[in-house]
């Protein structure tokens, strides 16, 4: 089982190629997110931790944690969101570890995909076979922000301002897929990439 790290710029269409490739490969996504929701369930390793760090005022009335509520504090706060990751990026790469492993031993898959935008900067590389980076010019990530997200010019600029530059996905990823032009095209490069693989199915 190969295991892969797709990582891209907001707004590059991670989510659109991955859903593509898991209609067209035998393979499992795992989106970084989900699995740091996971690890912030009540009697998970980062519940909590992050209590103690934020107080009881983030918790939903069941006692989930509200992750609206605490992206409002750690994003107001440099210094607390770094507290946050150091609790929550370890533990999800333990989680998606475990989750490769389980995997592996029901040797069902020919592929394991795990989505991040932090692969890189959290060492994703040492850890995954390759990393595939899925890219789409600035204008084009920006346009889908504004119509899908309804972002402002400010908040495109800051997350593109804190994002890794392009020659570092390059540096660091295997394989490119380019998505800033027609889904048919994007499509024939996933096609391409998953046979050369040997992943098309």
């Not at 269409?13 to 499992?28: A, D, M």
């Not at 989930?64 to 609790?87: H, P, Q, T, W």
């Not at 590389?125 to 990393?131: M, V, W």
Request: contains cysteine; aromatic residues 6%.
């Amino acid at each position: 089982m190969k295991t892969i790290g797709m990582t891209g710029g907001v707004g590059a269409g991670k989510t659109q190629v991955l859903s593509y490739i898991e209609k067209h490969c035998n393979c499992r996504v795992l989106l970084a997110d989900l699995a740091a929701h996971a690890v912030e369930q009540p009697g998970q390793p980062c519940y909590d931790r992050l209590l103690s760090l934020l107080g009881e005022g983030i918790l939903r009335g069941d006692g989930e944690i509200d992750r609206g509520k605490m992206a409002a504090l750690i994003f107001a706060d440099a210094g607390l969101l770094a507290e946050v990751n150091a609790v929550v990026h370890p533990a999800v790469k333990t989680y998606i570890l475990e989750e490769i492993d389980a995997e592996k031993k029901r040797g069902l898959l020919d592929a394991f995909f795990v989505e991040a935008a932090l692969l890189i900067e959290d060492g994703y590389g040492q850890i995954l076979d390759e990393l595939w980076y899925v890219r789409a010019n600035r204008d084009v990530r920006a346009q889908r922000l504004r119509t899908s997200r309804q972002y402002s010019e400010e908040k495109i600029a800051q997350i593109f301002a804190s994002q890794l530059a392009e020659e570092d996905f390059l540096a660091h990823c295997k394989v490119v897929i380019d998505n800033s032009g027609s889904l048919a095209d994007t499509y024939r490069q996933i096609d391409d990439r998953l046979k050369e693989a040997g992943l098309y199915r």
